[in-house]
């Protein structure tokens, strides 16, 4: 396990409901997504699947020390790595690219996986809501 034992809430499998923003890209909706979590060496790795009317989105995470990256079945490859950071008891993932920014945040609490995702485009912009989940444990 993790040297950070704030870590250890997180890792588990979960599954659950997800409110879809628009945006540029996307219509509003609604998705199902679930979240795999496991321990690495100093952080964790995530494997996330989300379905929805009209697509898939498979995505793969690791996180290490201060470091975050993800990797996705859209294909971008990250240019350089984002950040990883505690905030309480949330982990707030943030990275930024060419295309704009995303930050993260994932939080268990009651047996429960809360995850927000917004985004900015430009990077410097004001991040707006993409992504509300809530999920369940399922191990």
Known sequence: MTSDPR?????????????LFATAWT???????????????DGIHLDYVETHDGGRLDAHAVVAGGGFWWFDSYGFVPQT??????EDDTLVLDRRSDRGRTVMRLRAADGRLAVE???????DAEPAPLVRGSYERTD
């Open 81 to 86: 790595p984002g950040t990883a950071a505690w």
């Open 117 to 123: 995702l917004d985004t900015a485009v430009p990077a």
């Open 27 to 41: 219509a509003a909706g609604t998705a199902r997504g679930s979240i795999a979590v496991r321990p690495g060496p």
């Open 7 to 19: 870590y250890e809430a997180l890792v588990g499998n979960w599954t659950g409901e997800e409110e």
